[in-house]
Nanobody, 126 residues
């Protein structure tokens, strides 16, 4: 059974910070890639960041240098530290995980991962 639960969303002014969390209950056996994607109003799903099975992170250009993804395997958690947020970061943010070879193809595949949570809303005001 795989279960992902996000938290930490909210409203913040441009230039501020938020930290999203995801509690990830994953099968013990499996080399998971785990990451975040978002979907803004009227927009398509967009991969934001991912940590691959080897622990290496990668980011979309739109968030590089502002967002940091990290995972705590001991606590089975994934985090997204969002700094210097912009109004265009406004979206529903989802945690997603996958242990197939498809998942190792980069952050842009995160929206299509096998498992995802229910999402947490982030709203950035100008």
């Amino acid at each position: 059974q795989v279960n992902l639960v996000e938290s930490g969303g909210g409203s913040v002014q441009a230039g501020g910070s938020l930290r999203l969390s995801c509690v990830a209950s994953l099968r013990t056996r499996g080399n998971y890639c785990i990451g975040w994607f978002r979907q803004g109003p009227g927009k398509e799903r967009e991969g934001v960041a991912v940590v691959d099975a080897n622990g290496s992170p990668s980011y979309a250009d739109s968030v590089k240098g502002r967002f940091t993804i990290s995972r705590d395997d001991g606590k089975k958690m994934l985090f997204l530290q969002m700094n210097s947020v912009k109004p265009e970061d406004t979206a529903m943010y989802y945690c997603a995980a996958d242990d197939t070879t498809f998942a190792s193809g980069g952050f842009y595949r995160v929206p299509f991962y096998m498992y995802r949570g229910q999402g947490t809303q982030v709203t950035v005001s100008s």
